[in-house]
């Protein structure tokens, strides 16, 4: 399967990707704490978290997993759910969803349609399998870049949370 950036190649994950999700988040937390984004994802590689690893072998053998890979390496993971997480204070849809519990790119590859490639092979895929709500929440904070992405990516604002001081938004986006 290919995604509509030129080169990727989306391919389904598991288990034995839990290094290569790790290694994406991991680097995810230095590029963001690079930039003065210690707020997000806070300052501690996700690989040495108390939890951390058992929480990305959990989404990785319990949710739908999808790799995106250029040039035969890996460059983004998306993780879906049924709903969302029940430790995060969103309520479930109502209707039949499906959920963005993770999404990251390689960010050497930033710019590159990594994210919006594995997006776009979900909104097909739910499609097929007759759902037609895509959700997810993310950080709002920052200036709202994150957010700005998934409205770019057809995604509209449903929802704000906070997480202590933490600012959160859910996006939806209707497939169909």
Do not use: K
Request: hydrophobic share 40%; with cysteine.
């Amino acid at each position: 399967m290919t995604g509509r950036a030129h080169g990727i190649r989306i391919r389904p994950g598991g288990r034995a990707d839990v290094p290569v999700v790790l290694g994406l988040l991991d680097a995810a937390v230095v590029w963001m704490n690079a930039r003065g984004n210690t707020e997000q994802w806070g300052t501690t590689p996700f690989s040495d978290r108390p939890g951390g690893v058992a929480r990305v072998q959990r989404y990785l053998t319990e949710n739908t997993v999808r790799i995106a890979e250029r040039d035969g390496a890996a460059a983004g993971a998306l993780v879906l759910d049924h709903g969302p997480d029940p430790q995060t204070p969103v309520a479930p849809a109502g209707e039949p969803e499906r959920y963005v519990r993770l999404l990251v790119s390689d960010r050497r590859q930033t710019g590159r349609g990594i994210g919006a490639a594995l997006l776009d092979h979900a909104v097909e895929e739910i499609r097929r399998a007759g759902v037609a709500l895509l959700r997810v929440d993310c950080w709002a904070g920052g200036g709202g870049e994150l957010v700005a992405f998934y409205e770019r990516n057809g995604f509209v604002r449903a929802g704000e949370f906070l997480v202590g001081e933490w600012p959160g938004q859910v996006l939806e986006r209707r497939v169909g």
